[in-house]
């Protein structure tokens, strides 16, 4: 009766999708769709109108224009001079790796197996060994790794690498967030001592909560990944994780694993210590991706575009002049505006002047709106009386009145403020849609209302592959969901799919004595946080 129930809603006319930021006689350049209405074309179109991607002929393979292309180099720019700090080197390895290296470990390898790429002929020739596209590169560098590290004295080696990485997704491919190519830095490192090792896991894993808090305003859950979740043949895996507001989704936005001994004993990795005795080395991976820049999209964008943090905006400002009509005039216009871009560029300030004659104020309004600059600056005749500019915040629509004598102090305030601003907001929505829950029905309600559950959990891997299971069933059974105040959840917020562990929290909320998992009557060993994931 359900499902049969279920199958009549299907057939009933779907709602008529809202129509975003479109008024009469606007040019088409913005937004067809609301960003709660029909999230999917609305992540298309931004990423693709705002000059972020192009789509390439090959599925799920994309094109980084140079608008994406420069809020990685931030990234790159800030991880690269952190990591460097510790000691770490950058370095480059092949992209191919031989199957029989790659296939060396089992564990590792399975858990890569369906996605890897595979070359097979050189022109008309079939290869006598076919050759993987790189997935990672724990079996690409660790052979020379063993050629390396012989002493005590060669450790700690850390070193990493900027490259791409070829995943043959067979998912619904989503640039940025799951594609068959990306780019990422992957750190590989070897240390005498688990102890030693075990701290840069954690120095890591501080580094990547940075770019996400600090540079993409994108609050993270800091934690452990449990053992059914963690990396194929590590010993154990630490993880950020995001949260998608509007897709109720949880996101791994990057790992720092702590590898153990697997791969050296594998490898061969062996180095002689300070008493002449010979011993395994202890290893780590880490890495961060491209994936990155697709959450921080999906958390801030709204209905007229991107909204881009001012920490990796490749412009932070942009100066429109309103044009007189006068040639004349519209000359001092355009001498002024590029004389407050210069002041600003001194100070530091990212800015661009748009002095196009061929589109009006407020087609170019839209235009940068839309690739989500954060600060636009209007200067227009009532402007040139005051002596002063209009300042347009992109993240709320507020204005403000700023001396031209007080611009180069002003924006770079402002735009700090907003870079705070955008993490606090972020913060606030992903707390309320975190809750905690102590029994299966709330549990259930708490997934099915797009919100993560932070549950008391037994951490037996038997467990969690019930919990997947009966979420799933659970799903599918959904009539109808409401939120708090009693109103139905509208049904692009109403989740499929089986609800998974997103890690175990470092910050830990108190256990009460005899409290019990979640979703069995086995003692709980501590909290975990489950969702829907991507």
């Not at 001396?403 to 402002?414: F, H, K, R």
């Not at 009966?470 to 599918?476: D, G, I, T």
């Amino acid at each position: 009766q359900q499902k049969q129930k279920k199958k009549q809603q299907q057939q009933q006319p779907k709602k008529k999708k809202k129509k975003a930021g479109f008024k009469k006689g606007e040019n088409a350049l913005g937004l067809s769709v609301a960003k709660e209405e029909d999230f999917a074309t609305w992540y298309q179109q931004v990423v693709t109108r705002s000059e972020m991607i192009e789509y390439y002929d090959i599925s799920g393979c994309y094109i980084l224009r140079p608008w994406s292309y420069g809020m990685w180099e931030f990234i790159q720019s800030f991880f690269d001079g952190e990591i460097k700090k510790l000691g770490v080197k950058n370095s480059y390895f092949p992209v191919f790796v031989s199957q029989s290296a790659l296939t060396k470990e089992e564990d590792h390898i399975e858990g890569f197996a369906p996605e890897v790429a595979w070359v097979t002929h050189a022109g008309e020739s079939e290869l006598p060994e076919k050759i993987a596209i790189r997935p990672t590169s724990e079996t690409i560098m660790y052979p020379a790794f063993a050629k390396w590290i012989r002493s005590h004295r060669d450790l700690p080696l850390r070193l990493n690498q900027w490259s791409n990485v070829v995943r043959w997704e067979f998912k619904h491919p989503t640039p940025f967030i799951r594609s068959r190519e990306f780019l990422w830095q992957e750190g590989h490192t070897a240390h005498a001592t688990l102890k030693e090792a075990e701290v840069e896991v954690l120095q890591i894993l501080d580094l990547y909560a940075a770019i996400y808090e600090e540079l993409l305003a994108v609050p993270v859950v800091k934690g452990r990944k449990t053992e059914k979740e963690k990396f194929a043949g590590g010993m154990y895996t630490t993880t950020i994780e995001s949260f998608i507001p509007s897709t109720g989704r949880g996101v791994q936005s990057a790992t720092s694993h702590c590898l153990g001994q697997n791969f050296s004993k594998m490898f061969n990795i062996r180095f002689e210590d300070e008493n002449a005795k010979e011993q395994l080395v202890w290893q780590n991976s880490w890495g961060c991706t491209t994936r990155s820049i697709g959450v921080m999209v999906m958390v801030h964008g709204d209905d007229k575009g991107l909204v881009v943090p001012p920490r990796v905006a490749p412009t932070q400002v942009v100066i429109v002049p309103i044009y007189f009509k006068d040639v004349g005039e519209n000359k001092a216009a355009d001498d002024k505006a590029y004389e407050l871009a210069d002041q600003l560029k001194a100070a530091g300030v990212r800015t661009e002047v748009d002095s196009r004659r061929n589109y009006n104020p407020g087609w170019k309004y839209a235009h940068w709106e839309l690739k989500g600059v954060p600060l636009r600056i209007e200067l227009g005749p009532k402007d040139f009386e005051k002596q002063s500019v209009v300042v347009v915040r992109r993240d709320t629509g507020a204005k403000k009145a700023v001396s031209w004598a007080d611009l180069t102090t002003a924006v770079p305030a402002e735009l700090e403020q907003m870079q705070a601003d955008m993490l606090t907001r972020a913060r606030g929505v992903r707390d309320s849609r975190l809750k905690k829950v102590t029994d299966w029905d709330s549990f259930h309600q708490a997934l099915n209302k797009a919100c993560m559950a932070l549950a008391p959990f037994c951490d037996q891997v038997e467990c969690e592959e019930s919990i997947k299971t009966r979420s799933a069933e659970a799903a599918e059974n959904v009539e109808e969901q409401k939120t708090e105040d009693g109103e139905e959840v509208d049904a692009a917020r109403q989740l499929s799919g089986a609800a998974k562990s997103l890690c175990t929290p470092f910050d830990q909320p108190e256990l009460p004595e005899g409290l019990t998992c979640v979703n069995c009557a086995k003692k709980a060993v501590n909290w975990t946080l489950f969702g829907r994931s991507y």
